[in-house]
């Protein structure tokens, strides 16, 4: 496995001997149970895997190697480089700019970027119709391309798809960035179709089964086909790719459901006719966090707490796992942890923050903690140190390390 050169500051005392001393116990990755940091009144539990993933370590390299062999030239990021805001705010502090917001709205003028000008291609990559306007102007796009190569397999697999003459279905939020890339890219080779879930997903089964008219199905999809889009003809033959962040296991359960369409519509004999297999398309990353979120499950925990940008969809869906079961807070640093009763955490339901009330009296208190893959390890380390400080917790960090269990 590549080791990437980050800045130091992106480094952790605690999380990173946690991950380095599970990866000596386990190379292979093949124990999904979480690891216990025990300070006694305070324990943490921490999943198997998290944070930060080979496509965000990649692109945070990119990033600083751009500035330090660009002195002096303006440095533009397409968007933000992954979604978290710490890392954003100190490429921005090195005099980076955002071209554009993260729904795709322009924030410089394309008039203003010329071909002197050094642009980063963010993690979630970018569509072929801003790669062309790049070109264009003259800008080199393979200098600083941080796409990550999971994102790219994606795309890759869409391709063979298209030769196959199988219709692609994108398993994504259709307003992220790693889905409008991938849309931009899958429909140059096939007809392409973005659902979000499983809801979705059912609609389209009523499509392709003759339970709804052609006028309900474009009622409910809208804006998410490409240019042509045929329903009656384009649905007889389809594969599903997903976007990398969302939850694998609900991609799977798509990709289940609609097989079984397939199946109900044409026959069992048939189906490999009607349905690729595409479960290559999933991200090992994601799926590691997911699986080892899951492994929480078997432990009982006072809270659970889940540390990344807002924004973040990989992060959002660990959420959505944790609070199946635990109490679950979800904050993007320490400074959220205000008081030992009072805190502020962020509904993904409902879209806002908002200061919430916890009980940290129990004793011994235990937390399970994790991070989105965008969400550096010194920020796990700095909650932690807090949580520490609120509940006057002196353990010696060094003594629980040597504890870990």
Request: include cysteine; hydrophobic fraction near 35%.
């Amino acid at each position: 496995m590549k080791t990437f050169v980050i800045p130091s500051f992106y480094r952790s005392p605690i999380i990173s001997a946690v991950k380095n001393k599970r990866k000596l116990n386990d190379p292979r990755k093949k124990d999904f149970s979480p690891a216990l940091l025990d300070f006694g009144t305070v324990q943490f539990w921490i999943p198997r895997h998290f944070g930060f993933c080979y496509g965000v370590e990649n692109a945070i390299e990119i990033s600083y190697k751009a500035i330090a062999e660009n002195p002096g030239k303006r440095i533009y990021l397409l968007s933000q480089i992954i979604h978290n805001p710490s890392v954003n705010e100190d490429l921005q502090s090195h005099g980076l700019d955002f071209i554009q917001d993260t729904l795709g709205n322009q924030l410089i003028p394309w008039s203003e970027i010329t071909a002197e000008d050094i642009i980063i291609i963010p993690a979630f990559g970018t569509s072929l119709e801003i790669e062309v306007k790049l070109n264009e102007i003259g800008v080199q796009t393979n200098a600083y391309n941080t796409t990550c190569p999971f994102v790219e397999k994606v795309w890759n697999r869409a391709v063979k798809l298209g030769k196959s003459d199988h219709t692609i279905i994108i398993h994504g939020k259709y307003n992220h960035e790693e889905t409008r890339a991938t849309f931009s890219h899958s429909r140059q080779n096939a007809p392409s179709l973005v659902i979000k879930d499983i809801m979705e997903a059912e609609k389209l089964s009523n499509f392709i089964l003759g339970k709804v008219s052609l006028e309900q199905f474009n009622q409910d999809f809208e804006g998410k086909y490409s240019e042509n889009f045929n329903p009656e003809k384009d649905l007889e033959k389809i594969g599903v790719v997903n976007q990398t962040t969302m939850l694998a296991t609900e991609t799977q359960e798509i990709t289940d459901y609609l097989r079984q369409t397939m199946i109900d519509k044409y026959g069992k004999e048939n189906v490999k006719d009607h349905i690729a297999e595409t479960r290559d398309t999933l991200c090992y990353a994601t799926n590691d966090n997911q699986s080892s979120t899951i492994g929480l499950f078997d432990i009982e925990a006072d809270i659970a707490l889940v540390v990344g940008g807002y924004n973040s969809s990989n992060t959002t869906h660990l959420v959505e796992l944790l609070e199946q079961k635990f109490t679950t807070y979800f904050i993007n640093d320490e400074t959220k942890l205000h008081a030992k009763e009072e805190w502020s955490s962020f509904d993904i339901h409902r879209k806002v923050e908002e200061k919430v009330k916890v009980n940290l009296n129990n004793d011994p208190l235990r937390i399970i903690i994790s991070s989105g893959a965008s969400c550096p390890d010194v920020t796990v380390d700095r909650v932690i140190q807090r949580i520490l400080e609120l509940t006057e917790n002196d353990f010696p960090i060094e003594e629980a390390l040597r504890g870990m269990k």
